[in-house]
């Protein structure tokens, strides 16, 4: 995209790096949060799932572990407990049967002897008695 800068120049500018320039503009946009802006954009490239883009960026940004980030996310999600979340997560993944899942986990933790641990569990519980 460009922009032509009204009553000054006749000659269309590029748009930078961070902004988007709709046809026709008189002056770039900053890229919005969720979106990217590469350079020459008409408009911000939404962010894709496991990915998040905060506002003016010129590129995506990986998910980091422990975290997600669904479709034009703006900053990582923590990653809830019972859950695990890998990097470039787009969505957090169900804790195993046998492990436990911590907020913030990028995976699953083997539980261990004397307890047990539902599917999605986010701690460790006791076996009872005389089992």
């Given at each position: ?8 120049s ?35 490239i939404?962010?894709?799932g ?13 998910c ?8 034009q ?45 539902p ?11 005389g089992?």
């Amino acid at each position: 995209g460009y922009y032509c800068i009204l009553g000054k120049s006749a000659v269309p500018v590029f748009c930078p790096e961070r902004t988007y320039c709709p046809i026709n503009s008189s002056q770039p946009l900053d890229c919005l949060a969720g979106g990217y802006c590469a350079g020459a954009n008409e408009q911000p490239i939404p962010c894709g799932g496991g990915y998040y883009c905060p506002a003016r960026s010129r590129s995506p940004t990986d998910c980091p572990a422990g975290n997600f980030c669904p479709p034009q996310s703006s900053e990582p999600q923590a990653c809830p407990e019972g859950r695990f979340c890998e990097f470039r997560a787009s969505a957090p993944r169900n804790c195993s049967a046998g492990q436990f899942c911590v907020a913030n986990s990028s995976s699953g933790v083997v539980c261990g002897v004397g307890s047990y641990c539902p599917l999605n569990s986010a701690a460790p519980l006791p076996c009872p008695a005389g089992q």
